[in-house]
């Protein structure tokens, strides 16, 4: 019998079948528009190859990754359930290469919060992996940096750094010591060592990494940049204004140079020499650089960017003494939060708490307090009653009410929040210090 040859319209769903990869870096650049030729393509295999060919895996993840990579997790998760499925029963539930798959929904999980399952989906792809032992390849890196990434999310940092090493380990053991991939992680792993408060560990992983990327893959490149900008903020940590600004200039330029002026990078160490300058009581400088960061990171969809753009601005001009001009850019940045975040998310608790502050220093007692009460609430919600940020915000509502002549209530609040002060910022802080010194004046007062 003579074969028909496939129309225009078939053979195009085919070759998007067959041509687009697994991975989430293929579909990345995909248009949401092509989902119904995705969908086409599924139902084609499906019926004529049976619901359960590997193949219709294949097409039942890149669907997935597609929804995933345009918001949609809740419809991609079955979609991977099912792929993962259909590739068990066809290879067996120890074939190292269902791998891809339970990484692929382990991604999906992690996105949508669920850190348990995710976990557990990692280091089943892990012991695949290695049960494949050499075969695996730079694979097994790769997953072993994804768990590790998993971990330092779940607040694992010891777990985190011994995962990272080991990836790092893998990647020297293949690729050399100099080649590039090796440069970018000893910086992920700097980062996670100086997060764990190991500086001058980190620091060393940083120069190390300068070296390896500037070698490996010039002097320009926006690798280069980034662990010059994670060097900077060790340097700026330390009060080493003048190296931490030389670093952060030159990842500017690199920056400015190798992805353009308006890239998210630039705007992200923009707002780095802003803190900088800020840091050296240049509020001039730190003010027209955080200006110029917003105006980029305006440019682009990421909302949370603005935010954080937007607060940084306000607190230097808070700096300033310029309350009237900080307080409509708080508000623009609360906005922002409470939509892309919900109403209870301990940023917008960190963004009342300095709009409080405003609202004090203009006399705007009302305000302040109902920002400081909304403050401390979320916080106590997300944190405990007995974490030091509720502490501090008491602290905070304590001294507006004594401004405000409700002396009994302000002596409860300090005498709630001084222990837990005490206890977590040491009994020499300024600011426990302060708090004790304002209870004893009003509990003379009360006692008159």
């Known amino acids: ?21 697994q ?57 991977l359930r099912r792929a993962l499925a259909i590739r068990e029963r066809a290879l067996g539930p120890r074939d190292v290469r269902i791998a891809a798959d339970l990484e692929n929904l382990a991604s999906l999980l992690e996105a949508r919060r669920d850190l348990g399952g995710a976990e557990s989906l990692y280091r089943r792809a892990l ?38 090493r080991r990836a790092l380990a893998i990647r020297e053991k293949m690729l050399g010591p100099e080649h590039a991939d090796v ?10 060592l100086e997060e764990k408060g190991e500086d001058a560990a980190a620091e060393r992983l940083y120069r190390r990494a300068i070296s390896v990327i500037e070698k490996s893959l010039g002097p320009a490149h926006p690798e280069l940049g980034a662990a010059m900008n994670n060097l900077a903020g060790l340097m700026k940590a330390r009060q080493d204004y003048q190296n931490a600004e030389r670093l952060y200039r030159r990842a500017l330029a690199i920056y400015q140079n190798s992805v353009g002026p308006d890239h998210p990078h630039v705007a992200a160490t923009l707002s780095n020499l802003a803190q900088l300058r800020s840091a050296r009581g240049d509020y001039d400088g730190a003010e027209a650089l955080s200006r110029h960061a917003l105006s980029i990171r305006e440019k682009t969809p990421a909302e949370g960017d603005v935010a954080a753009t937007l607060n940084q601005l306000a607190a230097i001009l808070s700096a300033k003494g310029e309350y009237g001009a900080a307080v409509p850019l708080y508000r623009r940045a609360l906005e922002i939060q409470e939509k892309e975040l919900g109403p209870d998310h301990p940023d917008i608790a960190e963004t009342l708490s300095a709009l409080g502050f405003v609202y004090t220093r203009q006399g705007r007692l009302d305000s302040a307090e109902s920002a400081v009460r909304r403050a401390m609430a979320i916080f106590e919600k997300a944190l405990g009653q007995n974490h030091p940020e509720v502490a501090k915000q008491a602290i905070n509502l304590a001294f507006l009410l004594s401004a405000r002549g409700d002396f009994a209530g302000a002596v409860h609040l300090y005498r709630r929040a001084l222990p837990i002060a005490e206890k977590e910022l040491g009994p020499e802080h300024a600011l426990v210090r302060e708090a004790r010194k304002n209870l004893s004046e009003l509990e003379r007062r009360l006692r008159r």
């Open 127 to 164: 012991a695949l992996r290695e049960k494949a032992g050499r075969a695996a390849g730079l694979d097994l890196a790769a997953t072993v940096t994804r768990l590790a990434a998993l971990l330092e999310n779940s607040g694992d940092l010891d777990g985190a750094v011994s995962l990272s």
């Open 23 to 79: 991975s989430a870096a293929t579909i990345e650049g995909v248009s949401a528009e092509f989902e119904p030729l995705y969908r086409q393509a599924l139902a084609i295999r499906e019926r004529r190859l049976g619901p359960d060919h590997p193949k219709v895996a294949d097409s039942l993840t890149n669907l997935a990754l597609l929804l995933r990579n345009h918001g949609d997790l809740s419809a991609a998760e079955p979609l």
């Open 1 to 21: 019998m003579r074969r028909l040859a496939a129309g225009p319209c078939l053979v195009l769903l085919i070759w998007i079948a067959s041509v687009f990869g």
């Open 183 to 192: 440069g970018i992680h000893l910086n992920n792993l700097g980062l996670l």
